[in-house]
């Protein structure tokens, strides 16, 4: 992987690690420090962009933590927008899992059979809830809770599997891209409520 500063578009690392292509990246919701990423090779690999470059190797950067649980590509990473140090991973035809990271000692916090490929993750803003996505024989979206995992509800509408979600930025509509050439929108995630400060005299404002 290679680091690129966008300003001037000068390369800042080059980190090495997965053997095979890299499939997914997802930077640290909190801390911004922090990044996933996931590969072809079955492995994930934590980053942190304020470890020191090698001295070795001009400007390589050693991953934090190496891990090597799924049993097929890890073809979706996504980091928990409410706890800093969670994050989930999904694996590819031959895994069907979704497991869950603890990126402080590199531990498995939890691991659940997905039923198929996972081919996209997507944590809800707002609250303890995680989107997949998947790929055949049902192409749908499940939306489980965290951490007891239970499946609060399940989606079908493409034909296809489901390569790509997107989440709006108020957290209520997910999009979702698949092969079947379509991109659809769900109202899936709750919206929270924006409560209006009550203005001073507010209730004078109206005369007639």
């Known amino acids: 992987m290679v680091l690129l500063l966008i300003m001037t578009l000068e390369r800042m690392t080059c980190s090495s690690g ?11 919701v909190l801390s911004g420090r922090y990044l996933a990423s996931g590969g072809q090779d079955k492995l994930v690999h934590i980053w942190d962009a304020c470890m ?29 927008p409410t706890r800093s140090n969670l994050l989930a991973s999904g694996g590819g035809c031959n895994d069907h899992c979704v497991k869950f990271w603890n990126t402080v000692n590199g531990a498995c916090l939890n691991s659940i059979d997905a039923g198929s490929e996972v081919c996209a993750l997507l944590w809800d803003k707002n609250k303890s809830e995680l989107l997949t996505s998947h790929g055949s024989p049902n192409n749908q979206l499940t939306l489980w809770n965290y951490p007891s995992m239970t499946r609060v509800a399940e989606v079908s509408g493409h034909s296809s599997r489901i390569l790509s979600l997107a989440g709006s930025p108020l957290g209520g509509v997910v999009a979702s891209a698949a092969a079947d050439e379509t991109v659809r929108f769900w109202n899936i995630f709750e919206t929270p409520k924006i409560t209006k400060p009550e203005l001073p005299f507010a209730q004078f404002n109206v005369i007639r």
Do not use: E, F, G
């Not at 053997?19 to 990246?25: A, M, Y």
């Not at 049993?71 to 928990?80: E, G, H, Q, R």
């Open 18 to 28: 997965h053997r095979r292509r890299v499939c997914s990246l997802k930077w640290s």
């Open 52 to 80: 020191p470059v090698s001295h070795h190797h001009s400007r390589q950067r050693q991953w934090l933590h190496r891990i090597s649980s799924h049993t097929s590509t890890v073809k979706a990473v996504d980091w928990c």
